[in-house]
């Protein structure tokens, strides 16, 4: 009998966890979107990488044209701070307003991803984060990066 109730009880709690185990996993993926919507729109290595992770955000690089050529982030746009006038019709073709937008540039002593985060904002995007630990951090973790 014992042996019944138990097995009943394993039974029970594998179709219980099948239930309830991929909401959990989807709410924990849509999680670093959510976190980057309402923060402080600064991201760390961590929230940056959960973003790239769940392609829920578009990564734009607001280093020089040259600089991106070179190496960025694997999959990010070049919008660089010099050349925003120039560059931003095109982008503003490619992604709309309401985009989840990261920008970086080289690390936490470069101005240029807050410079283009500003500008974006002033042209209306409204969810536009930065990652201040930049390229050097993204790199040096051996997160992936082309050019």
Same mark, same amino acid.
Request: aromatic share 10%.
């Given at each position: 009998?014992?042996?019944?109730?138990? &097995? &009943?009880?394993?039974?029970?709690s594998?179709?219980?966890?099948?239930?309830?185990?991929?909401?959990?996993?989807?709410?924990?993926?849509? =999680?670093?979107?959510?976190?980057?919507? =309402?923060?402080?729109?600064?991201?760390?290595?961590?929230?940056?990488?959960?973003?790239f992770?769940?392609?829920?955000?578009?990564?734009?690089?607001?280093?020089?044209?040259?600089?991106?050529?070179?190496?960025?982030?694997?999959?990010?746009?070049?919008?660089?701070?010099?050349?925003?006038? =120039?560059?931003?019709?095109?982008? &503003?073709?490619?992604? !709309?307003?309401?985009?989840?937008?990261?920008?970086?540039?080289?690390?936490?002593?470069c101005?240029?991803?807050?410079?283009?985060?500003?500008?974006?904002?002033?042209?209306?995007?409204?969810?536009?984060?930065?990652? !201040?630990?930049?390229?050097?951090?993204? !790199?040096?973790?051996?997160?992936?990066?082309?050019?």
């Open positions: 009998m014992a042996g019944k109730t138990l &097995r &009943r009880t394993l039974v029970a594998v179709i219980l966890l099948s239930i309830f185990l991929p909401a959990a996993s989807q709410l924990h993926a849509a =999680e670093p979107a959510a976190l980057a919507k =309402e923060g402080s729109g600064e991201l760390d290595l961590s929230a940056a990488k959960a973003l992770d769940s392609h829920s955000a578009c990564f734009v690089d607001a280093r020089s044209e040259y600089a991106y050529y070179s190496s960025h982030i694997k999959g990010a746009l070049s919008l660089s701070d010099s050349r925003f006038d =120039e560059q931003f019709p095109e982008f &503003r073709q490619k992604k !709309s307003t309401e985009t989840l937008i990261v920008v970086y540039c080289v690390g936490p002593g101005s240029k991803a807050r410079h283009v985060a500003e500008k974006l904002k002033k042209n209306g995007y409204r969810n536009v984060r930065v990652f !201040s630990g930049g390229l050097t951090e993204w !790199s040096h973790a051996g997160f992936p990066m082309e050019g």
